[in-house]
């Protein structure tokens, strides 16, 4: 089956320690995204890749950190610097055709 | 002015209406407009994708894009509770940071049987 996975679905952490948040797409796609969700903002772009090796910030990238070893994988690290990082977090891959594909999300709780 | 804007509604609607969601936007480079679904707690799922103006329909969806007005629609026929969702435009400029999408705030459908 093609398509783009999340792990996990929820995940729950003690302020002060990083996260990370798996994506994992076999889609052939080169273009990879993360987006943050938060009731009533709206979808906003953390970072995004365009090719293996180089990403680039959105417009929420402070406290976050993303590496693109491979095609098909594109973690996000939530840092300890992210202020408030309890969110719905979506990864997004494409052609780069401008239409992107979402995966199923990870829901982040910080406390 | 945000660079588009999306009523978030309610909107509640009968089962077998024809619902009308819109969005305009600011900004006269985007050329690329999408819609999303997406149920509550779900990944959007991309349901329509249209370049520059004109119509396009696909079951009982159709999406609407009217560049001179800076106005997109997208309509669903013969409504079902299965519709309710929340709505999301998304549009992108073609060039520059390529693929770079701009979302609505998405429109929250309920359709009642």
């Known amino acids: 089956d093609g398509g783009i996975t999340q792990s996990p679905k929820y995940l729950f952490r003690k302020e002060g320690q990083n996260v990370t948040l798996s994506c994992e797409q076999n889609?052939?796609?080169?273009?990879m995204y993360w987006y943050r969700q938060d009731p009533g903002q709206g979808l906003r772009l953390i970072y995004y890749?365009?090719?293996?090796?180089?990403?680039q910030k959105g417009d929420i990238a402070e406290g976050y950190s993303v590496s693109r070893e491979k095609k098909e994988s594109f973690p996000l690290t939530v840092t300890s610097a992210q202020k408030n990082p309890t969110a719905f977090y979506l990864c997004?891959?494409?052609?780069?055709?401008?239409?992107?594909?979402f995966g199923p999300g990870t829901r982040l709780t910080v406390t | 002015q945000k660079e588009v804007e999306q009523d978030p509604g309610p909107l509640s609607v009968p089962e077998g209406a024809i619902v009308s969601l819109n969005c305009t936007y600011s900004?006269?480079?985007?050329?690329?407009f999408m819609w999303y679904r997406q149920y509550s707690r779900k990944g959007p799922e991309l349901l329509m994708y249209?370049?520059?103006?004109g119509n396009k329909e696909d079951g009982r969806f159709t999406a609407q894009v009217d560049k001179s007005s800076k106005y997109i629609s997208l309509f669903i026929r013969d409504s079902q509770p299965s519709d309710s969702a929340t709505y999301l435009c998304?549009?992108?400029?073609?060039?520059?940071?390529?693929?770079?999408?701009?979302f609505g705030k998405g429109t929250k459908l309920s359709v009642k049987p």
């Open positions: 997004a891959s494409g052609y780069g055709s401008y239409e992107q594909y």
């Open positions: 889609l052939n796609h080169d273009a």
């Open positions: 890749s365009q090719i293996v090796n180089d990403f």
């Open positions: 900004n006269s480079a985007f050329q690329y």
């Open positions: 249209t370049y520059s103006s």
């Open positions: 998304a549009m992108s400029a073609a060039g520059g940071s390529q693929g770079n999408l701009i």
